[in-house]
């Protein structure tokens, strides 16, 4: 009994849904082709070029002329971006700006890197924009450890800058211990790579 009941519901569920959908389908009308006269009235009053005048072989580039530098360029720049050699100079900073190194468990500014203290500065001088001082530390030592050493380090920059002339109001500090490594080998190299203080224009 259960199954003819089911198999009654089944003949009546699909004969609902091809009523709906054989009876939900309207005609739309046919519009009728535009007259020669109505059609070529309309192509010469529209300001589509023809054909014949503005496409054919002889008006192609010649091979070899066309310019796709500059999204080569991007693609160059996007990968020199991720050497070794780059990362080295400008660390996470900004263009114009290069980032300032420390010494292991230091938050003061070397001696050498004063010419890029000064270099900053003046650039720093010429924009309107706010910088982001950003201290980096080495994996050695707690994660708590590392975000006041980097902190120290961006508030050092920061007193530099602004003995240096900046506007106080123009740099805002911030550290990320050593949650953002540069380099990731367990080696001398890339921990001196990686305590280090960039500056990030806004």
């Not at 009654?8 to 009523?19: D, E, K, R």
């Not at 005048?53 to 008006?59: G, L, R």
């Not at 991007?74 to 700006?97: C, F, P, T």
């Not at 070397?110 to 270099?119: E, G, K, N, S, T």
């Amino acid at each position: 009994m259960k199954k003819v009941v089911t198999r009654l519901l089944v003949i009546v569920a699909v004969t609902a849904l091809v009523a709906v959908f054989s009876g939900g389908c309207t005609k739309k009308p046919v519009i009728p082709p535009e007259s020669d006269s109505q059609a070529s009235s309309s192509t010469s009053s529209s300001s589509y070029p023809t054909t014949e005048d503005t496409y054919s072989e002889n008006n192609l580039a010649i091979e070899g002329t066309l310019d796709d530098s500059s999204s080569a360029g991007d693609v160059a720049a996007a990968m020199d971006q991720q050497s070794d050699e780059y990362k080295q100079m400008h660390g996470r900073s900004s263009s114009g700006l290069v980032p300032v190194y420390f010494d292991f468990d230091q938050a003061i500014i070397r001696p050498d890197m004063a010419d890029r203290m000064i270099l900053n500065a003046e650039y720093l001088k010429q924009v309107p924009n706010t910088v982001i001082i950003e201290g980096n530390c080495d994996d050695r030592g707690t994660k708590e450890y590392n975000l006041a050493l980097g902190e120290k380090r961006a508030i050092n920059v920061r007193d530099y800058l602004i003995d240096l002339g900046v506007e106080p109001g123009k740099i805002r500090t911030v550290s990320y211990g050593e949650e953002r490594p540069l380099f990731f080998e367990q080696t001398d190299f890339a921990w001196s790579q990686n305590r280090r203080a960039d500056f990030v224009i806004e």
